[in-house]
């Protein structure tokens, strides 16, 4: 008897800022989501030592009267929401009323805010969720507040904070995200009083990416255009095919305009990428999704990071189809600047291109067998891998046509026995022989499974050999597609199989060791994937071996040939591992180079 006590409101607070506030840049996600749903148009953030010592936020928003903005700080209090019904569909970011009252509980916190035509404003101090002074405040209209020492009263937590310089990073990033959702709010950010960024107000998501991020990220990224389905509405942009980066950072996602983590979504936005992202890498996306409210259910979480839909299966095949055509139609576009006729250089009308073919033609069909000159090495010191080379990303399928008696592109020679450099109208093209070779042998491989089935070799031995029970189920669930694969593989008592073919292509000298990787590989894919995905795994996983090596030296018509089946392939530009085949280095890019252009 007498155990069970109420918690005072305080310490309710701490308990319930343990899930709201977990660090520095949830203060900075809150705040400025207060700012948004208090329709700011112009959000200032400063921070010091990495938001541990002091995070300020000030907006230009409705303010708040004297006893809302007292009622702000009281736990559950909120003005977005009124009954439960309207859970069904929230349209503001916040709708918890918890923020403020949590922040303020493990802080010491300032709030002033005013209303637009009122004559005076209300500050008001709370340290560590004491309320210790109210009084009028004189700032402009709108509202201001400043968390200092974060933690300061719940030493547990502050021993989990991470160094100044990552706190500040998340808080960064935790900017952009809200930047980018909200391009009509014009943003500034100071970090211990300097300038980080400054973003004006802007119409369009597009612009907004340029402001953020610069002008070259949006020339490499695809717009993606309206409906996927009637259910989910798909807008936003995302990297062309090759894009990719060693973080998510930049994989920015959107549900209803609230920025979200959902490893359903990352994981569809893979699989809509598929061979067009490198293995490792994140793709680049700011993908917004719109779906009717009552069809996501955003009070998951305390701080609203993850959602749950209604029909998650709905929204990952939208994802999946809508990044796939997008893709597709970012090749086309490419494809047209790829391919435009020598002489006339891209975007450069009226101009006539510089004296391009200086060295001889090697076209000529009496010299079809020689070897193509070989440049040294020591040109590879010259072409800068750094940021003046753009991997553009793109070409596309359809067979090398010719305008009149000249081709599209030229081929100029080959590099260290492994990059091809090529002419064309934009300027000059390096392909690598090895990763073009993989990408043409997957689609074919592919090709060759969806029809009729990879042709096989009967081994000189059939092989038996056991396997793990789950590996052996995963065999038997697997058996059919492996068997178009080109394995022939079959059932051999519990948990054994026999192996008597092998895909043409393979030389395995060990085939049940073969199969062990295989398996070793392709299980971890196959939960989720369709059969053909398991396939094209698998295709991706082997084709590598029997490429090209690097400094296998070609012969030109075999150059020829390579380009033409390159360019004729679905996705050309990035091998089966999504790596690029080719780089593009524009003229103008050149000229930059020398000078000649500023
Ligand atoms: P919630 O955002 O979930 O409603 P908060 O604790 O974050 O809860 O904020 C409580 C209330 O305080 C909000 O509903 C809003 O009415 C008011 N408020 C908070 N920040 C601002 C702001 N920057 N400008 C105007 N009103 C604000
Ligand atoms: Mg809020």
């Known amino acids: 008897m007498g155990r069970i006590r109420l918690l005072s409101d305080t310490v309710a607070s701490q308990v319930a800022a343990g899930e709201v506030v977990e660090r520095p840049a949830s203060v900075v996600k809150e705040l400025i989501e207060n700012s948004i749903d208090a329709g700011a148009r112009k959000i200032e953030i400063l921070i010091r030592r990495g938001g541990i010592s002091l995070v300020r936020v000030v907006d230009d928003g409705c303010g708040m009267d004297r006893d809302d903005a007292l009622l702000s700080l009281e736990r559950h209090a909120t003005s977005k929401i009124r009954s439960a019904a309207d859970l069904q569909a929230v349209s503001t970011l916040g709708f918890r009323g918890e923020a403020l009252p949590s922040i303020a509980s493990v802080s010491r916190f300032r709030l002033t805010t005013r209303e637009p035509n ?65 391009p009509q709010t014009a943003f500034t950010l100071l970090r211990d009083d300097r300038l980080v960024f400054q973003v004006p107000t802007t119409e369009t998501l597009g612009d907004r990416i340029r ?20 259910k989910v509405q798909i807008r936003g942009f995302i990297g062309q ?55 996501v259910d955003v009070n998951v979480h305390p701080a609203k990071r993850e959602v749950r839909f209604r029909d998650p299966n709905a929204v990952r095949e939208a994802i999946v189809r809508c990044i796939q055509q997008s893709l597709e139609r970012g090749r086309t576009e490419w494809q047209e600047k790829f391919r435009a006729p020598l002489g006339v250089p891209a975007g450069v009308p009226g101009k006539v291109a510089p004296n391009l073919r200086l060295r001889p033609e090697v076209s000529a069909p009496e010299e079809s067998n020689r070897e193509l000159p070989h440049l040294g090495s020591t040109v590879a010191g010259v072409v800068d891998p750094g940021r003046a080379i753009k991997t553009h990303p793109p070409p596309s399928p359809g067979p090398v046509k010719r305008d009149g008696d000249r081709q599209q592109f030229q081929i100029i020679g080959v590099l260290n026995k492994l990059y091809v450099l090529m002419e064309n109208a934009d300027g000059l093209v390096l392909v690598d022989q090895h990763a073009a070779h993989e990408r043409i042998l997957f689609e074919e491989l592919r090709r060759r499974m969806e029809e009729q089935g990879v042709p096989s070799q009967k081994l000189l031995l059939s092989q038996i050999f056991d396997l793990p029970p ?14 178009k694969m080109g394995i022939g593989i079959e059932s051999f008592g519990p948990n054994t199989f026999k192996v008597d073919s092998l895909p043409i292509f393979l030389n395995a000298s060990d085939p049940a060791q073969f199969m062990r990787k295989v398996i070793d590989d392709l299980k971890s894919v196959s939960s989720s994937s369709s059969e053909m995905r398991l396939g094209e795994e698998m295709i991706a996983k082997t084709v590598c071996r029997h490429a090209v090596k690097a400094n296998d030296p070609l012969r030109y018509p075999e150059v020829e040939k390579l380009i033409r089946d390159l360019l004729d392939c679905d996705l050309p530009y990035c091998c089966p591992h999504g790596r690029p085949t080719m780089i593009q280095i524009s003229l103008a890019e050149l000229e930059k180079k020398f000078g000649r252009k500023v």
Request: net charge neutral.
């Open 118 to 182: 009122a004559l005076a404003g209300t500050e008001i101090i709370v340290n560590g969720g004491k309320i210790d002074i109210v009084r009028d405040g004189g700032e402009a209209p709108g509202t201001q507040v400043e968390v200092r020492s974060l933690f300061f009263n719940v030493p547990a937590r502050r021993k989990f904070l991470r160094s100044e310089n990552t706190e500040s990073r998340n808080i960064e990033h935790q900017i952009h995200l809200q930047a980018i959702g909200h």
């Open 211 to 230: 402001d953020l991020y610069g002008a070259e990220l949006l020339e490499r990224l695809i717009q993606l255009h309206g409906a996927a389905s009637r």
């Open 241 to 295: 095919a090759g894009l990719s980066r060693q973080t998510r950072a930049q994989q920015l996602i959107f549900v209803n305009g609230r920025a979200i983590d959902s490893g359903l979504i990352t994981s569809a936005i893979r699989e809509g990428y598929h061979t067009a992202l490198m293995k490792g890498q994140y793709p680049v996306t700011f993908l917004f999704l719109d779906l009717d409210p009552a069809t």
């Open 470 to 483: 789950r590996d052996a189920d995963w065999v038997e669930r697997n058996m059919s597609i492996l068997q």
